[in-house]
């Protein structure tokens, strides 16, 4: 006679059976096509398309019970093409300085998931990179593409340029019409000097 020994308990099976059932749960539903997104001054936008009106959840990776960086009330909107907005540097995204080119990246994984409780098949994940590139004002999108596939989703955005210099002049010049005097170095205690900034089309003045 041989006597089989149970290496793990009841709870742990029931548990394991209940983690395959969750993750055997079956939506009819997926995302079609590439995933749209816009780099706005203050925030990530996040478009996606799906087959069918979406009743999910999106959330950012490893935030999914913080009210600030989810969105999970779809279903009253009836809608198939479902958006998200996170602000710059909330949740957990990342920022990166680039010199070359010149500009800000800021990066985070976001979760699409089609069910409000559980994970599912279908459900996807995308790593969204935002690159506001300095004194340039195109604006370019590219798609690339654990547990859920990741897609790296990267935008531009441009970042007004600006320049610096100091006159030997004042704001009294100015409003009489003259222009300022040509650009110095140095000066002495005592001269009255304008600090002018240029940035695209705008001007800032500082005396």
């Known amino acids: 006679m041989v006597t089989v020994k149970w290496k793990y308990s009841i709870p742990f099976l029931i548990f394991i059976i209940l983690i395959s059932e969750i993750y055997g749960i079956a939506i009819d539903n997926d995302i079609i096509g590439e995933p749209d997104i816009e780099c706005l001054d203050q925030e990530i936008r ?33 809608t198939k093409k479902p958006h998200f ?36 098949k279908v459900d996807q994940a995308f790593h969204v990179k935002c690159f506001f ?8 999108a590219e798609l690339g593409v654990s547990m859920i596939p990741t897609t790296e989703v990267e935008a531009r955005h441009g970042i007004p340029g600006c320049t610096y210099s100091i006159h030997r002049s004042s704001i009294d010049d100015l409003d009489s019409g003259r222009p300022p005097g040509a650009p110095i170095q140095f000066a002495k205690i005592g001269d009255r000097v304008l600090h002018q900034w ?6 800032l003045l500082l005396l």
Not at 133 to 140: P, Q, S, V
Not at 198 to 203: A, E, G, K, V
């Open 85 to 120: 907005d996170l602000s710059l540097g909330m949740c957990g995204m990342k920022s990166l300085r680039s010199f070359d080119p010149r500009g800000m990246y800021y990066g985070i994984t976001l979760v699409i998931s089609f069910h409000p409780l559980f994970i599912t």
């Open 198 to 203: 240029h940035c695209d089309d705008r001007m």
């Open 133 to 140: 590139e300095e004194a340039n004002r195109g604006l370019t």
């Open 46 to 78: 996040v478009w996606v398309k799906t087959r069918k009106q979406f009743a999910g959840r999106i959330y950012a990776k490893g935030k999914a019970d913080d009210p600030d960086c989810f969105k999970d009330d779809f279903a009253s909107q009836r």
